[in-house]
């Protein structure tokens, strides 16, 4: 039995790290992707946690699946598949550890994953079951994400939901806002960053986007807010959860690495999103918040994930 599957895009981060004495940018191999970062957190903590997805028989895909295997991430459900290739993004940082992308996807391994490949067992024997929006950007991986979430509400299993817009992967915003909303009918817990909340609910304000997933069936909504935490929201209301000071090094996998701290807390708890209190909510946030305040003073995702001792030291502090 998993604690939480994920299904959706495995890449390399290329990031930049430098300049050669030529004169010529360095950019550093990183194994990436929002839900094998959140995965990470759980495997990191000793939880099982299984991937879904697909990657190229390259360098690529196999320093992919040896990285997640290594993490202590099942993956028996990563096809490697000899006719696309890996998906690889390069990113460089500014001064602040912000990101700017550029992606070479086209079409990436990631967004071919089919409906056949996707194995409703792991499904069928997890707790969560979570997905993202990048592999709703293309078919066939559309299609097999959503075959993937009607066989997780048939089995009754919690939904999550990340968002996590990235503009160059959708042919215009107005498509992106329409992909990225296609799957809320399916979702109990849904993390999205303040800079999503008008994309998905056309509401720029935190708690109002928080309280109007609430009124269209989410159980239970995160907003993170970078520096600031996050605000957290259920039946009860809602909650800004303040953020831990941090020297950010490389803010790739931030969201992610806390919501994997916010639902392994959840899984922890032994409650039905339903059952949630706000005052547990806070307490989920809290913890993610301190996760992603230590993944942040690392370069990458998976390789930056903290364990529980220094998740644990940053609380206390």
């Known amino acids: 039995m998993y604690k939480i599957t994920a299904l ?26 929002a839900p094998a970062n959140a995965l990470a957190v759980f495997a990191k ?82 707790e969560i079951f979570h997905v993202g929006s990048l ?27 990340d968002p996590n817009y990235r503009a160059l992967l959708w042919d215009s915003k107005e498509k992106a806002i329409e992909g990225m909303r296609s799957p809320l009918d399916y979702v109990d817990v849904m993390k999205l960053s303040d800079e999503e909340t008008v994309l998905l609910t056309d509401i720029e304000d935190p708690k109002g986007a928080a309280e109007a997933l609430l009124a269209r069936g989410i159980l239970l909504v995160a907003v993170t807010l970078g520096k600031d935490g996050a605000y957290v929201c259920t039946k009860e209301g809602g909650a800004v959860v303040p953020g831990f000071s941090s020297k950010v090094v490389d803010t790739t996998g931030a969201g992610d690495s806390f919501w994997g701290g916010f639902l392994y807390q959840l ?38 994930i903290p364990d529980m001792e220094q998740v644990l030291k940053r609380m206390e502090a």
């Open 267 to 304: 899984t922890k708890n032994g409650k039905r999103p339903e059952e949630v209190t706000l005052a547990e909510a806070m307490e989920f946030a809290r913890f993610g918040n301190a996760v992603a305040s230590l993944c942040v003073e690392k370069r990458g995702g998976i390789p930056a």
């Open 45 to 126: 903590f000793g939880e099982n946690a299984a991937f879904i997805g697909k990657v190229g028989n390259d360098m690529h895909g196999h320093f992919l699946k040896e990285t997640m295997e290594n993490a202590g991430i099942d993956t028996k459900g990563m096809i490697v598949a000899d006719d696309v290739f890996t998906t690889l993004a390069f990113v460089s940082l500014n001064e602040q550890g912000e990101r700017e992308f550029s992606f070479a996807r086209k079409p990436g391994a990631d967004t071919c994953l089919t409906s056949e490949e996707v194995d409703m067992d792991i499904i069928k024997n997890t």
């Open 135 to 161: 592999s709703l950007t293309n078919e066939p991986s559309r299609g097999a994400t959503f075959e993937a979430l009607k066989k997780a509400k048939e089995f009754g299993k919690i939904v999550s939901y």
């Open 8 to 33: 959706g895009e495995a890449l390399i981060d290329f990031t930049l790290s430098g300049v050669s004495e030529a004169g010529m940018r360095i950019f550093e191999q990183n194994p990436g992707g």
